[in-house]
């Protein structure tokens, strides 16, 4: 028996990198695993490598910022897997400038996604949590929410903004027994951060107690805590996997 054997779960940009992370570590603990990307074909490459663990998934193309398209798509993840247990909203993007610089499309985008998304969804399968009584919704953070970072206005403000999302939701759902918790992650090696030079990587691991860039896996790891019944009475929590970088 795996730690979320049985449960359903539902993973944005769960393609690569943290989200990829998080959806096979879930299956791995037994949970069938609805992935849900732009890059479907991607999104479909992990599917494939779940089912190979013997439990069941489906790739969903999905845009988080477009309402219409989430509502159908959670439709399309109930009428297969019957339930939601776990949400993981993971789809997250930059476009990083300086505040001066920063362009209205490059603001807009980065709320669209990462913090109207993140409600979007947070709103489609809430609903079905509360009338299961029972769920965990996982918010991918990150420590510029909790910092800040030159360069970084609107993806700090996402960032922060769902903090604040998994706090006055988790104080509307917990009668509910619905929980809902926020990671933090640091400085974390995926293609988000590949396209940083080495100056500025070289740069942030200084900041870094730990003196090292963490892993997907580092993020997954917390992720299944927060899923699985180990995190019973926690919620509303914000959880740094960040090598000591923010504290
Ligand atoms: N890598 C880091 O150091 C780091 C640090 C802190 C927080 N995070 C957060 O972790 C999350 C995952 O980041 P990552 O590093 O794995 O990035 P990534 O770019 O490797 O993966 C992001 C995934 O989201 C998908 N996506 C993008 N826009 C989407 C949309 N509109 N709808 C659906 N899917 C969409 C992409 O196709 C991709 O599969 C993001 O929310 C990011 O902000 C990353």
Redesign the pocket.
């Known amino acids: 028996m795996g730690l979320v054997s049985g449960k359903v779960a539902l993973v944005?940009?769960g393609?690569?990198?943290?989200?990829e992370a998080i959806s096979m570590t879930l299956a791995k603990e037994g949970a069938a695993v609805a992935i849900?990307?732009?890059?479907l074909e991607?999104a479909q490459e992990t599917a494939v490598n779940i089912k190979k663990l013997g439990v069941d998934s489906e790739a969903f193309k999905?845009?988080?910022?477009n309402v219409a398209d989430v509502e159908t798509t959670v439709e399309k993840v109930v009428d297969r897997f019957k339930k939601i247990d776990i949400l993981v909203n993971?789809?997250?993007?930059t476009r990083d400038n300086l505040l001066i610089r920063m362009s209205e499309q490059e603001w807009d985008l980065v709320i669209a996604?990462?913090l109207k998304?993140t409600f979007n969804f947070t709103q489609k399968v809430g609903r079905i949590m509360m009338k299961q009584r029972s769920g965990s919704i996982i918010n991918?953070s990150?420590?510029i929410g909790l910092m800040g970072n030159a360069g970084q206005t609107n993806y700090a403000a996402t960032k922060a903004g769902v903090i604040g999302i998994t706090k006055s939701v988790a104080k509307e759902l917990g009668s509910r027994n619905v929980r809902v918790n926020a990671i933090c992650?640091?400085?974390?090696q995926?293609?988000?951060?590949d396209k940083l030079s080495e100056e500025v990587k070289a740069k942030m691991i200084e900041l870094i107690p730990a003196k090292k860039m963490g892993l997907?896996q580092d993020v997954a790891n917390a992720a299944l805590f927060l899923a699985s019944d180990l995190s019973a009475y926690t919620t509303g929590e914000t959880i740094r996997v960040d090598g000591g970088m923010a504290m």
Do not use: E, H
């Open positions: 944005t940009g393609a690569q990198g943290i989200g849900l990307d732009v890059n991607k999905c845009d988080v910022s993971n789809a997250g993007i996604i990462n998304g991918i990150s420590v992650p640091g400085y974390i995926t293609a988000m951060t997907p």
